[in-house]
């Protein structure tokens, strides 16, 4: 798989084998606690989901990066925007999920489990 000029390969047993996502359509964090701003259009970061993550192995990474109550995935009932990152971000956009300021860890959002970094806080 090829991105930014780069070529690289999923994790085996990471997820089920779907693609990283390079989004710059959602704010990570919340008003009261952001990673970067929560401004509509100016607050979007690039960030990269990993979908389908193994619920295990987001259990750990958040236990490890202190995201959340330990032994549970922090739901976002608000749904997060997928659309691939173009060079331009998208005006406005939903939140990730309210990660107690952290740029990186585990939500689930729909039913399925992500991991998320955040390459660019904005």
């Given at each position: 798989?090829?991105?930014?000029?780069?070529?690289?390969?999923?994790?085996?047993?990471?997820?089920?084998?779907?693609?990283?996502?390079?989004?710059?359509?959602?704010?990570?964090?919340?008003?009261?606690d952001?990673?970067?701003?929560?401004?509509?259009?100016?607050?979007?970061?690039?960030?990269?989901?990993?979908?389908?993550?193994?619920?295990?192995?987001?259990?750990?990474?958040?236990?490890?990066?202190?995201?959340?109550?330990?032994?549970?995935?922090?739901?976002?009932?608000d749904?997060?925007?997928?659309?691939?990152?173009t060079?331009?971000?998208?005006?406005?956009g939903?939140?990730?999920?309210?990660?107690?300021?952290?740029?990186?860890?585990?939500?689930?959002?729909?039913?399925?489990t992500?991991?998320?970094?955040?390459?660019?806080?904005?």
């Amino acid at each position: 798989r090829e991105g930014a000029g780069l070529s690289y390969e999923p994790f085996s047993n990471a997820n089920d084998g779907s693609d990283w996502i390079f989004t710059g359509a959602n704010n990570v964090g919340s008003t009261s606690d952001p990673v970067g701003t929560t401004a509509a259009g100016s607050g979007n970061d690039l960030v990269m989901l990993l979908p389908n993550a193994s619920q295990s192995l987001c259990l750990q990474i958040n236990r490890d990066l202190n995201v959340g109550t330990a032994g549970t995935l922090p739901t976002d009932a608000d749904g997060i925007d997928t659309t691939a990152f173009t060079g331009s971000y998208a005006i406005g956009g939903p939140n990730i999920i309210n990660v107690d300021g952290e740029n990186a860890g585990c939500f689930e959002t729909g039913g399925t489990t992500y991991f998320y970094y955040t390459v660019l806080t904005r």
